[in-house]
């Protein structure tokens, strides 16, 4: 597999080997000893979604039990973003982003500390995601996906369809962040 940093560093691009021929194709999608040797963690949930065109979720993140995430799609494209809110960062709000589809077999690594959002670029994707800890929604917090200071570029060229609580995401400047 290539690993190659973002531009948060932090923030990994992993592109697995994939062995296709008539049948389709083969990939591993984790193998503990590799990715540890990349300086990705162990996992402790897997998630799945399935979305339509044009829904955008995020840009999520938990205050205590903060999780690692190692996003891939199965089925569609997605455009994958993670934002720094660690305050002592000095990439503190910025982002960075990719697009991840089920042609691509690429994979990004969303350290605790970043929140996480994506957006569907295909009619439906099939997003499947590792967690380094578990779901705890007491602590989930939500940045607002249009967020001016932060500035995230979504490739939407249509109106998002957003979740209530994405509704409701905070600014920056009024979010709760990581102090470390």
Same mark, same amino acid.
């Given at each position: 597999?290539?690993?190659?940093?973002?531009?948060?560093?932090?923030?990994?691009? +992993?592109?697995? @080997?994939?062995?296709?021929?008539? @049948? &389709?194709?083969?990939?591993?999608?984790?193998?503990?000893?590799?990715?540890?040797?990349? &300086?990705?963690?162990?996992?402790?949930?897997?998630?799945? $979604?399935?979305?339509?065109?044009?829904?955008?979720?995020?840009?999520?993140?938990?205050?205590?039990?903060?999780?690692?995430?190692?996003?891939?799609?199965?089925? &569609?494209?997605?455009?994958?973003?993670?934002?720094?809110?660690?305050?002592?960062?000095?990439?503190?709000?910025?982002? =960075?982003?990719? @697009?991840? $589809?089920?042609?691509?077999?690429?994979?990004?690594?969303?350290?605790?500390?970043?929140?996480?959002?994506?957006?569907?670029?295909?009619?439906?994707?099939?997003?499947?995601?590792? /967690? =380094?800890? +578990?779901?705890?929604?007491?602590?989930?917090? =939500?940045?607002?996906?249009?967020?001016? =200071? #932060?500035?995230?570029?979504?490739?939407?060229? +249509?109106?998002?369809?957003?979740?209530?609580?994405?509704?409701?995401?905070?600014?920056?400047?009024? /979010?709760? #962040?990581?102090? &470390?």
């Amino acid at each position: 597999m290539e690993v190659t940093p973002t531009a948060l560093p932090e923030v990994l691009l +992993i592109e697995p @080997r994939v062995f296709e021929d008539a @049948r &389709g194709f083969f990939k591993e999608t984790w193998e503990s000893r590799r990715y540890t040797a990349a &300086g990705i963690p162990d996992f402790v949930q897997d998630n799945c $979604s399935r979305s339509c065109r044009g829904t955008l979720r995020g840009l999520h993140y938990q205050i205590q039990h903060p999780q690692g995430k190692l996003v891939q799609v199965f089925k &569609g494209e997605i455009f994958d973003v993670a934002v720094d809110l660690r305050k002592n960062s000095p990439n503190f709000g910025k982002w =960075t982003g990719a @697009r991840l $589809s089920e042609t691509n077999h690429r994979q990004l690594y969303v350290p605790p500390g970043f929140a996480h959002g994506f957006c569907v670029l295909s009619d439906v994707a099939d997003v499947f995601y590792k /967690c =380094t800890d +578990i779901y705890a929604p007491q602590h989930e917090r =939500t940045l607002a996906w249009n967020d001016p =200071t #932060v500035g995230v570029e979504w490739p939407l060229d +249509i109106e998002p369809i957003l979740s209530a609580k994405d509704q409701q995401g905070q600014v920056l400047a009024e /979010c709760d #962040v990581y102090s &470390g």
